[in-house]
Structure formats: C-alpha cells, structure tokens
C-alpha cells in the first residue's frame, strides 16, 4: 500500500519528497478551466520515478448531464487528460461522477456515462484507465448514493472502469464509512484509489470541504479502518501544504501497519 497527496502540479517529484510520499495526484490544466492540458517538461522523470502517478481531471467535466454544451465538451476534454495522463505514466484518472439538472430523468445521465466508454472503446479506450469518484453533494448526482452508483456500475462495468474512493465524500454524501469497503466491493468489484480526507462538515450534509485527519467530523480510525480494507493506493487530499499532509501521511503510514 502507497501513500501520498494530491501536491501542486509545478514539481511534483519534489513535492513528494518533502511529504515522505509513494504516491502523488495533480492537475495537468486549471481545474476550473477547460483548456486542454499542454505536454509537461517532466514527463520522462515522472514516468521513471519511483511515485505512484495519478491525475485529476477537472471540476468542469460532467459527461453525466443531457446539456449539449458541458457534456459534448467534457467528453472530448476527458480523453485529452486521459491521453496526457498516460505522458506521465499515470496509473489513473480521477474524475467526479457528475449530475443531472433538477428534474431530468437521471436514467439518461447513467446512460450518458456509458456512451461516453463506448464511444471511447470504438477508438482503442482511453489511454490512461478512468477513476470515477464518488461525490459529496447533490440530490442529483450519479455517484453520490450507492444505489445510484449501482445503476451507473450495471451501465458502464463492462468496459473496465475503476472507481475512486473519497471518504470525505462518502460521509457528506450520507454513506456510512463502517462497512463502506464491502459495499463498494459488493456494487463495483474493485476500489483502485482511496481519497483519504476528514470532513470539516457533518454526516450528509452534502458539504465537500476536506480537512486534515483527526481534525474534522469523522473518526480517524475509521478513515484508517476503510484504507486498510481496500489494500489500495492512498492519497490525502487535506489543508495545510507540505506539513500538514505529511503529518497525515505519517498518521496513516503509522496506524495501517499495526
């Protein structure tokens, strides 16, 4: 099991040493942006290091929703990250499930997910394998609830799609953390990432707001609890730049391993 953090895209590597990290996630474009991601200077380091790599897609991506103008976009700019993930040697890409507008039928944004595969699938896939998170908020989303997450699995698990696991996430979204592993397990068949965050907000209170471990609303053995189930790699997405996430690094580092 490899731990690390989501760091500042401009050094990664260096970022890594300074937090005692196996593994690091960033940006390769603005996150709130949708500029295509340009070719980095590090890619060849990156690829040799002995660092995980993951990426996250943008915030803008939602190939979920029956808009035109955001899903047609999000589809092309999700196989731009894919493609520039794979530059750095990514082991995946983490995006957020998405959401349907108040009163579209959610059926057709679980069904947007699965042309967006196998559209993708018509052209050899995806060149790096696609993440798809839960998400905190939203009384519309697609992979908030784990019965929605259900429906989204029966529709788009046959072309291989990872999933992401936030705990943050999970607990704003109103999931238990306690059996959380054999649900996901039960729904999905694999978890390849572990977002290990606390939750500056109460349980589903569809508030996304990360906080350092031990420092937020859930019980950080449960957050330890959950990463030692899934035996999958870990990244802390918390405040408090390199101290802090190495702090957290070092809590879960310590307690997995008993």
Request: glycine share 12%.
């Amino acid at each position: 099991m490899r731990i690390g953090a989501h760091v500042d895209p401009t050094d990664p590597l260096d970022a890594a040493v300074g937090r005692e990290a196996e593994t690091v996630q960033f940006f390769l474009s603005d996150p709130q942006g949708w500029k295509s991601p340009e070719p980095r200077a590090d890619a060849e380091q990156l690829r040799a290091a002995d660092i995980d790599v993951f990426i996250h897609a943008p915030y803008v991506i939602n190939v979920a929703t029956l808009n035109n103008r955001i899903r047609i976009p999000s589809r092309k700019l999700l196989v731009a990250h894919a493609t520039a993930a794979a530059t750095v040697g990514a082991k995946g890409l983490i995006v957020h499930g998405g959401h349907v507008n108040s009163g579209d039928d959610i059926a057709v944004g679980i069904d947007n997910w699965r042309k967006t595969f196998a559209y993708a699938a018509e052209s050899g896939g995806f060149a790096t394998p696609v993440l798809i998170e839960n998400t905190a908020g939203g009384g519309n989303a697609v992979a908030r609830r784990f019965d929605v997450l259900a429906r989204l699995w029966d529709a788009v698990g046959e072309y291989g799609v990872g999933f992401c696991l936030d705990t943050c996430h999970a607990h704003a979204g109103g999931e238990d953390l306690l059996d959380i592993v054999d649900r996901v397990r039960a729904i999905t068949g694999r978890i390849d990432l572990i977002h290990a965050n606390d939750s500056k907000d109460g349980f589903d209170s569809g508030r996304d707001r990360h906080d350092n471990l031990g420092h937020g609303k859930i019980d950080p053995e449960l957050v330890v609890a959950v990463v030692r189930a899934a035996g999958a790699p870990v990244v802390v997405e918390t405040p408090g730049g390199t101290e802090g996430q190495a702090a957290d690094i070092a809590f879960l580092r310590d307690r997995v391993g008993r």
